[in-house]
């Protein structure tokens, strides 16, 4: 049974950083894309980031140039380094691995950004 759990959420004041760690139970290499996601309440869960095999990122446009997306192969963890976040970057943000045509999903960690 795969597993991705995720964590470093928390609430921090506008203009600070956090970064999101997941945790895999099996190695990254399974995965064909690894991302992640972010839903507030009331609206669809969205992509923010997703990092291919060969190390490929792709950003939503509303966090290109403010979020990283990185992976650690050894510790099979994806990272999001958020910075300069703002209260629009408060959310739920979930982890999202696929292997195959199976999508597997963090139990998500609350970010919440002060004014």
């Known amino acids: 049974q795969v597993q991705l759990v995720d964590s470093g959420g928390g609430l921090v004041q506008s203009g600070g950083s956090l970064r999101l760690s997941c945790v895999a139970s099996?190695?990254?290499?399974?995965?064909?894309?690894l991302g992640w996601y972010r839903q507030v309440p009331g609206q669809n869960r969205q992509v923010v980031a997703q990092?291919?095999?060969?190390?490929?990122?792709i950003y939503a446009n509303s966090v290109e140039g403010q979020f990283t997306i990185s992976r650690d192969k050894a510790e099979k963890t994806v990272y999001l380094q958020m910075n300069n976040l703002t209260p629009e970057d408060t959310a739920v943000y979930y982890c999202?691995?696929?292997?195959?045509?199976?999508?597997?999903w963090g139990q998500g960690t609350q970010v919440t950004v002060s004014s």
């Open positions: 990092i291919m095999p060969d190390e490929t990122a």
């Open positions: 999202n691995g696929m292997i195959i045509m199976t999508g597997y």
């Open positions: 099996t190695s990254l290499d399974r995965f064909s894309i």
